[in-house]
């Protein structure tokens, strides 16, 4: 969900996009509709046939910036399918939260309080730049911040490398975000993702995803 809304939304940015998959030839066999009602990602490809689509190694190898948008505890086993070559000194946008989904349970944290997905993967890749943002709003707002009270509403940036920040601030003043607000180096990422328990209550007293946060001071 969050990588196709992306893909759109950079592409409308002028940004040129490659998916990276798992399997390119499963991926695009998919042409059954999501639960949410999309349309499979067959049929959705088709219908963006200028999103590049490949293997996920080779997407890290073309790539100036990668977004990370696998679930939280897939997210090393997928930036590990990159060569670490494509990964030195390259900007990794981590949109991921640590959600563990149970039946008849709300979700909770894998990674809670002393460390966070964020960290995890700065760790693990120390030789790329993570930077957290994005993971606070629903898919369709990270790529129309704008739907929302004309875009009056914050987004935060975390992570250790300042250029790579930059690159990032620009990447979301492109698709519409202005109120940036930088909590500092990649630790910031465990309050980002312990946000997450209050989205989840929102999301059901709204009885919808459509809605962001306005730090004021
Ligand atoms: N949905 C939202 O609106 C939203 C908002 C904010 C943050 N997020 C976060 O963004 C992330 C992605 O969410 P989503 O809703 O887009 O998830 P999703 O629709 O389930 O997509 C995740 C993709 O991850 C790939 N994948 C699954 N297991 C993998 C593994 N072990 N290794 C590598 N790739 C794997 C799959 O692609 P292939 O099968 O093609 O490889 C799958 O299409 C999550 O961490 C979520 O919490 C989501």
């Given at each position: 969900m969050v990588g196709q809304a992306l893909a759109e939304g950079f592409t409308r940015a002028d940004y040129d996009v490659t998916i990276g998959t798992r399997d390119v030839d499963a991926a695009l066999a998919r042409t059954a509709s999501t639960p949410r009602g999309a349309p499979g990602f067959g049929d959705?490809?088709?219908?963006?046939?200028?999103?590049?689509?490949?293997?996920?190694?080779?997407?890290?190898?073309?790539?100036?910036?990668?977004?990370?948008?696998?679930?939280?505890?897939?997210?090393?086993?997928?930036?590990?399918?990159?060569?670490?070559?494509?990964?030195?000194?390259?900007?990794?946008?981590?949109?991921?939260?640590p959600l563990v989904f149970a039946p008849d349970a709300l979700p909770s944290l894998s990674v809670v309080n002393t460390d966070s997905i964020g960290e995890l993967l700065q760790r693990t890749f120390p030789e790329a730049n993570v930077v957290k943002t994005l993971n606070t709003v629903t898919a369709p707002i990270m790529i129309d911040p704008k739907?929302?009270?004309?875009?009056?509403?914050?987004?935060?940036?975390?992570?250790?490398?300042?250029?790579?920040?930059?690159?990032?601030?620009?990447?979301?003043?492109?698709?519409?975000?202005?109120?940036?607000?930088?909590?500092?180096?990649?630790?910031?990422?465990?309050?980002?993702?312990?946000?997450?328990?209050?989205?989840?209550?929102?999301?059901?007293?709204?009885?919808?995803?459509?809605?962001?946060?306005?730090?004021?001071?």
């Open positions: 959705w490809h088709s219908a963006h046939p200028g999103i590049g689509v490949t293997t996920i190694a080779e997407a890290a190898d073309a790539a100036d910036i990668i977004v990370l948008a696998v679930a939280g505890a897939n997210a090393p086993e997928a930036l590990s399918l990159a060569d670490p070559e494509s990964l030195t000194g390259t900007t990794v946008i981590d949109v991921t939260n739907s929302l009270d004309d875009g009056n509403h914050t987004m935060f940036v975390a992570g250790n490398d300042a250029g790579a920040k930059d690159e990032v601030r620009a990447l979301l003043i492109a698709l519409g975000w202005h109120d940036l607000l930088d909590l500092g180096d990649i630790t910031a990422a465990r309050g980002m993702e312990m946000y997450l328990p209050l989205w989840l209550r929102m999301r059901m007293a709204f009885d919808s995803p459509m809605f962001s946060i306005k730090v004021v001071r």
